[in-house]
């Protein structure tokens, strides 16, 4: 364990469900990020979280909606996905958003859109 | 357009062997370079470089930046089966975003 947990480890959806991520670290950081890892594509950042604020969201489509109660907690919301959103979807932190500092990744969550 | 690109795509190679990873890369306003081992699921930290021509080393792991020609390398002597993963580089650049190659799978034949 890395000291960030993602629930659950594998999803399967339909185009029609509501679900959503949940991400946990115990590491005392202070910056939360997503990322989707596609089969022969590079991380891409979707969200980052820096003290609670949002500060970067990477065009993602609506349909993912972010929330971050708190500097331990990162949900990511999923409603009317495609089948072209299944993926690896990563969760990470640092002690706050800024290159200088190492991400530290969770195991993901797979998900499979039907 | 920042840009991060490895290679090879993929590498197998016998166990003992010497394997070199390549990583090059277009961004504006460099900040520093990054590479993880991604086995199963979660990326773990590897290296962070920042200075040109400084080699950071950990057992049979070694890497080196080149700020001139904008590339790093990742090399693993006397390989083992447990080096068998993905290895991802990452640059981080002027807004402070990391920016992530498609990574090296390197194999490790017995």
């Known amino acids: 364990e890395t000291g960030v947990t993602q629930t659950p480890r594998h999803l399967v959806m339909g185009m029609t469900n509501k679900k959503s991520l949940k991400c946990e670290q115990h590491l005392g950081h202070n910056a939360m990020y997503w990322y989707k890892q596609s089969a022969k594509k590079p991380l891409e950042l979707m969200f980052v979280y820096n003290f609670k604020e949002q500060t970067e969201n990477n065009s993602v489509p609506s349909r993912f909606s972010p929330e971050c109660p708190n500097s331990s907690h990162l949900f990511l919301h999923l409603h009317t996905l495609q089948p072209e959103d299944s993926a690896l979807y990563l969760c990470?932190?640092?002690?706050?958003?800024?290159?200088?500092?190492?991400?530290?990744f969770g195991a993901g969550s797979r998900l499979t859109v039907l | 357009e920042d840009k991060v690109v490895q290679s090879p795509l993929s590498l197998v190679v016998h166990e003992g062997d010497t394997v070199t990873l390549n990583c090059s890369y277009e961004?504006?306003?460099?900040?520093?370079l990054l590479w993880y081992k991604q086995e199963k699921k979660a990326p773990t930290f590897l290296f962070m470089l920042?200075?040109?021509?400084i080699e950071k080393k950990s057992g049979r792991l070694s890497s080196i930046l080149d700020k001139k020609e904008l590339f790093s390398i990742l090399n693993i002597t006397a390989t083992q089966t447990g080096d068998s993963a993905v290895y991802l580089c990452?640059?981080?650049?002027?807004?402070?975003?990391?920016?992530f190659g498609t990574g090296t799978r390197l194999t490790i034949i017995p």
């Open positions: 990470a932190s640092s002690p706050q958003f800024s290159g200088a500092n190492v991400l530290t």
């Open positions: 920042t200075s040109s021509g």
């Open positions: 990452a640059v981080v650049f002027g807004n402070e975003k990391l920016t």
């Open positions: 961004v504006t306003n460099f900040r520093s």
